[in-house]
Each structure stands twice: as structure tokens, then as C-alpha cells.
């Protein structure tokens, strides 16, 4: 019984890897459908081995380290090769300069940025009611639901349809990942109203942006929360 409760938790991290590891491999074959129902499993199983853990009372170190290397899998490998794959019809052209490599491979730096954004907020103690820059999962959010609602549905297709739009991107994304901007998160410090007028805004905003845009709305609601967030940088501590 033990040993159940003391890895329960883990086992569900390890779940998160292995959800990661199929939808990436999804990715690269092209079907974004089977991509995106990994990702979704792979946010609950991340959301839940911390809530297990927590209750159990079983958080440990190995706990830690597996939740960042099943998150760099899920929250960062996937996002960087969606940027991989928008950039992949480009070739080695930009700007009408021929590079010696195919500027596909730029959208990997999402990838490298998301690892040090990791390693960075293992060694952050003071992120407990906020972020510092953008988290993995909500940066894979963005770039995974433009992606998908440009195959899906054709929208966003002056992004997708521009090689430089996209390194942009990439680039902003990646800076976002590392930034000392601080982002919300969804933990309350009080039950006072007046300590989470960003979480109501937030709430309230989203549920609006879903309703109306659907698939669409997703990425909507992240830039969304980052504007959010912007907007509340004073009352985010």
C-alpha cells in the first residue's frame, strides 16, 4: 500500500511522458487530432501528479525531476516541432535569400528556450501565486491551437502563410518562456475578492472567447491571459 501512495504520483507523470512521446510522434506524421488529445491528457496528468502528491503527502525529489523531463517532452519538444512543421514548407529560403539549411529547424529554439525556462523555474522558489515569463504548457497552448485552427479550420492563415511571421514567433514565444514578465496563476492566496480581480477578469473573459470562437478561441485565450496579466503586473506577487 506503500508503495502505491508513495508513486502514484509519479506514475502519473510518467503517464504525462508517455501521452508527450505518442503525440509527438502524431505530429510528425501529420495527424493533429491524435496530437491534441495527447496534449490534453498530457495537462491532466501533469495537473494531477501535483495533486496527488499534495495529498498524499508523497512529494519527493525524484518527483520533481520527473515532472520537468515529462513536461520538456510534452511542453517542450511538441511546441517546437509545431514551429517545425509550419516553418517546413518554406524550404531554405527567406526573404529570398537561400540559406545552407532549411529554416525549419528555427522553430526548434522554442524547444531549447522551454528546457531552460524548465531548469530556470526549478530553481525559482518565489513562483507560487505567479509566473515569471510565460509556462511551457500555456506557450504550447498558443503555438499547438494556431496550428491546429490553421489546419482545422484555414484561420490564421496570414500567419502560416508568412515564413518571417512565424520565426517572429518563434522568437517572441521563446523570449516569452524566459522573460521577468510576471504571468497569473490559477492559485488563490485569499478568498477576498478584491486579491483576485485578474482571476475573475481572466475567468470570466475566457469563458467568453471559448463560447464565441470555439477551437478558434483557444490560442485567443492565451493571448488573452498574457494581456491579462500585463494589465494586473502590479497586483501579481
Given at each position: 500500500?506503500?508503495?502505491?501512495?508513495?508513486?502514484?504520483?509519479?506514475?502519473?507523470?510518467?503517464a504525462?511522458?508517455?501521452a508527450?512521446?505518442?503525440?509527438?510522434?502524431?505530429?510528425i506524421?501529420?495527424?493533429?487530432q491524435t496530437?491534441?488529445?495527447c496534449?490534453?491528457?498530457?495537462?491532466?496528468?501533469?495537473?494531477?501528479?501535483?495533486f496527488?502528491?499534495?495529498?498524499?503527502k508523497?512529494?519527493?525529489?525524484?518527483?520533481?525531476?520527473?515532472?520537468?523531463?515529462?513536461?520538456?517532452?510534452?511542453?517542450?519538444?511538441?511546441?517546437g516541432?509545431?514551429m517545425y512543421?509550419?516553418?517546413?514548407?518554406?524550404?531554405?529560403e527567406?526573404?529570398?535569400?537561400h540559406?545552407?539549411?532549411?529554416?525549419?529547424?528555427?522553430?526548434?529554439?522554442?524547444?531549447?528556450?522551454?528546457?531552460?525556462?524548465?531548469?530556470?523555474?526549478?530553481?525559482?522558489e518565489?513562483?507560487?501565486?505567479?509566473?515569471k515569463?510565460?509556462?511551457?504548457?500555456?506557450?504550447?497552448v498558443?503555438?499547438f491551437?494556431?496550428?491546429?485552427?490553421?489546419?482545422?479550420t484555414?484561420?490564421?492563415?496570414?500567419?502560416?502563410?508568412?515564413?518571417?511571421?512565424?520565426i517572429?514567433?518563434?522568437l517572441?514565444?521563446?523570449?516569452?518562456?524566459?522573460?521577468?514578465?510576471?504571468?497569473?496563476?490559477?492559485?488563490?492566496?485569499?478568498?477576498?475578492?478584491?486579491?483576485?480581480?485578474?482571476k475573475?477578469?481572466?475567468?470570466?473573459g475566457?469563458?467568453?472567447i471559448?463560447?464565441?470562437?470555439?477551437?478558434?478561441?483557444?490560442?485567443?485565450?492565451?493571448?488573452?491571459y498574457?494581456?491579462?496579466?500585463l494589465?494586473?503586473?502590479?497586483?501579481?506577487?
Amino acid at each position: 500500500m506503500d508503495f502505491i501512495k508513495n508513486n502514484l504520483a509519479n506514475a502519473l507523470t510518467l503517464a504525462n511522458l508517455f501521452a508527450g512521446c505518442v503525440g509527438a510522434i502524431h505530429l510528425i506524421l501529420g495527424d493533429y487530432q491524435t496530437t491534441a488529445i495527447c496534449l490534453i491528457l498530457s495537462a491532466i496528468f501533469d495537473f494531477f501528479d501535483g495533486f496527488v502528491a499534495r495529498a498524499l503527502k508523497s512529494n519527493s525529489n525524484l518527483g520533481l525531476q520527473l515532472d520537468s523531463l515529462a513536461d520538456m517532452v510534452s511542453f517542450g519538444v511538441i511546441p517546437g516541432l509545431t514551429m517545425y512543421k509550419a516553418l517546413e514548407p518554406f524550404g531554405a529560403e527567406l526573404l529570398g535569400i537561400h540559406f545552407p539549411f532549411e529554416i525549419k529547424y528555427i522553430g526548434l529554439i522554442v524547444t531549447v528556450f522551454s528546457c531552460l525556462r524548465l531548469a530556470i523555474f526549478n530553481l525559482d522558489e518565489e513562483q507560487r501565486y505567479y509566473f515569471k515569463g510565460l509556462n511551457t504548457p500555456t506557450n504550447t497552448v498558443l503555438l499547438f491551437g494556431l496550428y491546429y485552427a490553421f489546419k482545422e479550420t484555414g484561420t490564421f492563415s496570414f500567419l502560416f502563410d508568412n515564413e518571417l511571421l512565424l520565426i517572429l514567433l518563434t522568437l517572441l514565444t521563446s523570449w516569452f518562456l524566459i522573460s521577468p514578465i510576471k504571468m497569473m496563476a490559477m492559485k488563490f492566496k485569499s478568498k477576498q475578492l478584491k486579491d483576485n480581480y485578474p482571476k475573475v477578469v481572466l475567468l470570466v473573459g475566457g469563458i467568453a472567447i471559448l463560447a464565441l470562437f470555439q477551437v478558434v478561441g483557444i490560442p485567443m485565450l492565451v493571448i488573452y491571459y498574457i494581456l491579462v496579466s500585463l494589465v494586473f503586473q502590479g497586483q501579481l506577487k
